[in-house]
């Protein structure tokens, strides 16, 4: 059975720190790897997509993804309060946008001005 | 540029009644996505839908959930009969293809009382 896993939280970080957020998958064949931040009683949105093993930085925001070790993080520089929000890791099989995307129940951020 | 519309955002109903959820992909868009998200737990796949064809229905349960995707008009998700086990976030997206990343409405909200 395809699993992603994240840590519940709450994770707690002061304003200005670096935050951490982790992600383990279950499914070897797993291609595409997503990180979307869901603010309370909003829509999941899209704030980073990595495909291959390694960093990609996208402005304040770094993923990472080690295949070998079935493991994708996601880094937030300079934590803002605006930040706070559940950050969902999700991946699927194949393809940039393929619909059976498989989601973790997600971590909660707290950022601590 | 409007982004994907769900409505309604809450819906009440009595145990035994019928849901009825809409949605309209962002223009441009031809490829719907439903998701469902239990309270606590990560959004899971339901279905997958081109204009007036069912592509994967896999996540969906087999009786009293039906879904389609009219050549004209939005997509509707139709629950039958609910139960107090339907309540939940049952969220939207849309893509102009399968390569392409997924675009979230911001949800229904179904309480069955």
């Known amino acids: 059975q395809k699993e992603v896993e994240q840590n519940s939280g709450p994770l707690s970080v002061p304003e200005g720190a670096i935050a951490s957020l982790n992600c383990t998958y279950s499914d070897r064949v797993s291609q595409s790897f997503f990180w979307y931040r869901q603010y309370s009683g909003k829509s999941p949105e899209l704030i980073m997509s990595i495909y291959s093993n390694g960093d990609k930085e996208d402005g304040r925001f770094t993923a990472q993804l080690n295949k070998a070790s079935q493991y994708v993080s996601l880094l937030i520089r300079d934590s803002q309060p605006s930040d706070s929000a559940t950050y969902l890791c999700a991946v699927n099989r194949g393809g940039a946008g393929s619909y059976q995307l498989t989601f973790g129940k997600g971590t909660k951020l707290s950022v601590i001005p | 540029n409007a982004g994907v519309m769900q409505n309604p955002r809450h819906l009440v109903r009595r145990r035994g009644q019928e849901a009825r959820l809409r949605c309209s992909p962002m223009?441009?868009?031809?490829?719907v996505y439903w998701y469902r998200q239990l309270p606590e737990e990560g959004l899971k796949f339901m279905v997958y839908l081109q204009k007036e064809n069912i592509i994967d229905e896999s996540g969906m349960p087999k009786e009293r959930f039906s879904a389609e995707f009219p050549k004209e008009g939005p997509s509707i998700l139709r629950i039958q009969q609910v139960v107090r086990g339907d309540s939940a976030a049952y969220f939207c997206?849309?893509?102009?293809?399968?390569?392409?990343?997924?675009?979230f409405g911001n949800g229904t909200r179904l309480t069955v009382t």
């Open positions: 997206a849309s893509s102009p293809g399968m390569d392409s990343p997924l675009h």
């Open positions: 223009k441009g868009h031809s490829h």
